[in-house]
């Protein structure tokens, strides 16, 4: 007697909330997969080692130095590419960053690093008063791909190692 019972009450459920539910599933998979291919998220180089300098050619104009690997320098990094610099002691919530853009990369490699320098936008206006030799970080946009690249790029470094 139970067995019919369970017989006739699955003949009469239609699975609605099962057939719902599916189409919700696979809504958020196609999402997440399109998301996946279609996003673009940045690569950035960063180092700490950057210092504000004044310029050669405006002594009121202030560029920045930073020091890099060379493995991230070297072929990755250069002229055109937007930067933005953090100071240090004014926490850039707060202050914002100063925006620039890479004016030359350096060929050799000096102390373990590579000098890259920058130079600040004209337009950006720093509520923090510049000074010469003001340390800071520095990050450098090297490129936009797809979570779905960077995520085969690490498949590739780990079994090639």
């Given at each position: 007697m139970p067995f019919i019972r369970s017989m006739r009450s699955l003949e009469t459920d239609h699975?609605?909330?099962?057939?719902?539910?599916?189409?919700i599933v696979v809504a958020l998979l196609l999402a997440w997969a399109s998301w996946m291919v279609l996003a673009q998220v940045?690569?950035?180089a960063a180092t700490q080692a950057a210092h504000l300098v004044v310029s050669h050619a405006d002594a009121a104009q202030f560029n920045i130095v930073a020091s890099f690997e060379p493995?991230?320098?070297?072929?990755?990094?250069?002229?055109?590419?937007?930067?933005?610099?953090?100071?240090?002691?004014f926490p850039w919530s707060q202050y914002g960053t100063i925006p620039a853009t890479v004016r030359h990369v350096a060929t050799e490699v000096i102390?373990?690093?590579?000098q890259v320098e920058l130079t600040i936008i004209a337009n950006a206006r720093s509520p923090v008063p510049l000074q010469l030799g003001l340390p800071g970080a520095v990050e450098i946009e090297l490129?936009?791909?797809?979570?779905?690249?960077?995520?085969l790029r690490a498949a590739g470094t780990l079994i090639a190692d």
């Open positions: 699975f609605h909330r099962a057939i719902v539910m599916l189409l940045p690569l950035y493995a991230v320098a070297l072929g990755r990094i250069y002229p055109g590419q937007a930067a933005v610099m953090r100071l240090d002691g102390d373990g690093s590579v490129e936009r791909i797809s979570p779905a690249l960077l995520l």
